[in-house]
């Protein structure tokens, strides 16, 4: 099994070639292999083979160029070309414990050979855990500093740093030291501070992070068993709290990160376990953990159904009993949905396979009663994979640039450090978000095995807007939660829907969107899945605040926009009229929702030409002064507009309505100020405020102009305005 990371063999392989070392430098000098080889002037071909373990021993003067390359020092170097540490087994692999192995998943341990290497002096514990915390990358100076200082660090420091870095590379020496090993081979200097040299699976903590990763990657293709195994293996990596015995560094970043890591790996471990009914074997696991973190819910249900699946169901309710108590009493808070849950599952007896009598390892040498003979397991039902997504438009065209900006804002080719992928979409009226945000969708559809969840938001309609938890509740049935066990908070129900979607790869749309408060319960807690957002708002504070990238929706062009005319209307008609289409498409300023209005009544009256329409379009002026009337084509143009218009503040509204002097030139701050008899400064205040409702924009910094339909409903808004006042006159 390759690792993702360095391109490293995983322990079980029990290999440490000079090819993966090699990986491991490029890998953290960011190097592409094309580009290593390029530097180094060898082929792609030979690197290639080097690093995938073809050449065994490759020429010194090839090694050299490599090292150059790399940028590696002389310590490096001589790790890069040192032989082989261990003796070979049998089957031409290296027996496991033979290597230097550094562990900080319980009290901090350095064996060679299987030999433990004492470490009593306090800086030189605190700097091996922070390396050892930090690998692969490595620990910069300051870090390091701090770690073994934290208050007030001696003048000293550098050089008292240097000596503890020499002290850590004479310990991580072997015991015989006539293999020629250098000590300081294990331990490298890199621009910024030092790094472990050592493989992943070296490093007790990596190679925890390795076994989850590939656990996750088993349970989403399906396969239980091989999950249920590496989170077994995964789950024994530890030997206790995380750096045990270090007051400082357990508060690390780093190490916060690995203990939350620890317990989602146990809970996967455990759900597996019960999934494939052997819940005996992590009753203990997962009692010590409660016990460390007695407070956590999580643990403490998946405690309670192994137990009651281990047919203690006395013992697992006393834990809820107990675990309700400390919530109260530390916490003022009632149990959550998850233990709720966990107590109702276990009181209807509705467990995966329920088992009279104790706890007890069967299975241990010399047990003098029999083996139980346990039912064959059954697969577990099948979760849904919901599929809500809308047909794509009819006519799509162009818009090519902006589904790829889609491709590389959510569907990354790396880790993002647990950051959900997400993207806003914002624009006109009509200008096609959800167009956009649907067909990326379906385009993407095989990225998001587990499925895809729509939610139209209703954020400018007829309808109000709908509230998170109404979309919450529509999303968990998707998801199989019945009615009845739909949570009554927002709070627990999208803590239910995070944990449904934490082991998910799922596509979120979340469409028509008018504020934040809409969107944040509906993320996802982990990064698998991805979320898709449309608003004619900017939204801001989603931007600001949550980071999510926007992409700004622009009409389409010329040639994309007789394209969509020709694709509604077929049979050729926009062939048969070029100059009366590209007319039309102009009078419609580009707008989609325009053009499809048009192309709708040219294919109600198919014996009318388009240049008849032009003309009507001119005499009549059907997007200025035609009356609003529910049976109207045109109506459905400014109805959208309407509903954005209408959401503003009177003194915004004016300033939209005196846009219809600008005759669709660029107006800045100055020019709208004189237009509107008031200052530059709330001018552009003004004009933001416009921006952000998706009704104008800003063509370069400073200067905003309207599109074509957007001023001739502004013209018609000046009309009614100037009409009433004579009527009241």
């Not at 109702?344 to 007896?349: A, C, G, M």
């Not at 096609?432 to 895809?452: I, Y």
């Not at 919450?472 to 803590?495: I, K, M, Q, W, Y």
């Not at 005499?619 to 035609?626: M, N, R, T």
């Amino acid at each position: 099994m390759e690792n993702r990371v360095f391109g490293t063999r995983s322990t079980e392989d029990c290999s440490w070639s000079f090819g993966e070392r090699i990986r491991s430098f490029r890998g953290r000098a960011g190097l592409p292999q094309h580009e290593l080889a390029e530097r180094a002037g060898v082929s792609v071909r030979t690197l290639r083979d080097i690093e995938q373990g073809r050449v065994r021993r490759p020429q010194r003067r090839t090694l050299q160029l490599l090292a150059d390359a790399l940028g590696l020092d002389a310590d490096a170097a001589r790790q890069l070309s040192a032989p082989a540490r261990d003796a070979v087994c049998p089957d031409g692999a290296r027996p496991a414990d033979g290597r230097l192995r550094i562990g900080i998943l319980g009290p901090l341990s350095v064996r060679y050979r299987g030999a433990e290497t004492p470490v009593q002096a306090t800086k030189l514990r605190r700097l091996l855990a922070l390396l050892a915390l930090q690998h692969p990358e490595p620990a910069s100076l300051g870090e390091i500093t701090h770690t073994l200082w934290p208050n007030d660090p001696p003048r000293s420091y550098q050089s008292l740093v240097h000596t503890y870095v020499s002290q850590a590379r004479r310990l991580l020496l072997p015991s015989d030291s006539a293999t020629g090993v250098p000590a300081d081979s294990f331990l490298t200097r890199t621009h910024t501070g030092y790094a472990l040299a050592l493989d992943r699976d070296q490093v007790d903590l990596t190679r925890f992070q390795d076994l989850s990763l590939r656990a996750r990657q088993a349970h989403r293709a399906g396969d239980a068993a091989a999950a249920h195994e590496l989170a077994g293996r995964a789950y024994k990596c530890w030997r206790g709290p995380l750096l045990a015995g270090e007051p400082l560094l357990p508060h690390h970043p780093a190490a916060t990160a690995a203990a939350r890591q620890r317990v989602e790996s146990l809970l996967l471990y455990a759900d597996l376990a019960l999934q494939l009914h052997r819940p005996g074997q992590v009753v203990q696991a997962l009692r010590s953990a409660s016990e460390e973190e007695p407070l956590h819910e999580g643990l403490q249900a998946s405690l309670m159904l192994a137990l009651a699946s281990c047919g203690e169901q006395q013992e697992a309710l006393r834990v809820f009993s107990g675990v309700t108590r400390r919530l109260d009493q530390e916490l003022g808070v009632q149990p959550g949905d998850e233990l709720r849950r966990a107590h109702l599952r276990i009181l209807h007896q509705e467990l995966p396979w329920p088992r009279t009598g104790p706890v007890a390892d069967r299975s241990a040498p010399g047990a003098g009663a029999p083996p139980v003979r346990r039912p064959a397991a059954t697969a577990a039902p099948p979760r849904p994979r919901p599929s809500q997504m809308p047909a794509s438009s009819t006519g799509f065209v162009g818009r090519g640039a902006e589904l790829d900006q889609l491709d590389r804002l959510l569907l990354p080719t790396c880790e993002r450090g647990g950051q959900v992928p997400a993207a806003l979409i914002t624009g006109f009226p009509g200008v096609g978000k959800t167009a956009l945000a649907v067909r990326w969708a379906h385009l993407v559809r095989e990225r998001f095995p587990d499925g895809q969840l729509y939610g139209d938001l209703h954020g400018y309609g007829d309808r109000r807007p709908l509230r998170p938890e109404e979309v919450l509740a529509s999303f968990l049935r998707a998801l199989g939660v019945p009615d009845g066990e739909l949570p009554d908070t927002l709070d627990e129900a999208a803590n239910l829907y995070r944990t449904l979607l934490s082991d998910r790869r799922m596509l979120i749309v979340l469409d028509n969107a008018r504020e934040e408060g809409q969107i944040r319960p509906l993320v996802p807690g982990t990064a698998g899945c991805a979320v898709l957002v449309t608003s004619r708002n900017t939204l801001p504070g989603l931007v600001a605040r949550d980071g999510v990238p926007r992409l700004d929706l622009n009409v389409l062009d010329g040639d994309e926009a007789l394209a969509l005319l020709g694709r509604l209307l077929r049979s050729g008609r926009v062939e048969a009229e070029p100059l009366a289409a590209m007319a039309l498409v102009r009078h419609c300023g580009g707008l989609p929702l325009a053009i499809r209005l048009l192309a709708a009544r040219l294919a109600e009256y198919p014996g009318s030409s388009i240049a008849q329409l032009c003309v009507e379009l001119q005499e009549v002026g059907a997007f200025s002064d035609l009356p609003v009337a529910s049976d109207d084509l045109f109506a459905a143009a400014h109805a959208a507009f309407e509903l954005s218009y209408v959401s503003l503040l009177e003194p915004v509204r004016r300033c939209f309505r005196l846009l219809a002097r600008t005759e669709g030139r660029l107006v800045n701050a100055y020019a709208m100020a004189e237009l509107a008899g008031t200052t530059p400064m709330e001018a552009a205040h003004l004009l933001r405020r416009l921006v952000g409702a998706g009704l104008l924009r800003e063509c370069v910094p400073g200067r905003y102009a309207l599109p074509a339909p957007l001023l001739r409903y502004a013209r018609r808004l000046a009309l009614q305005g100037d009409t009433e006042r004579l009527h009241a006159v």
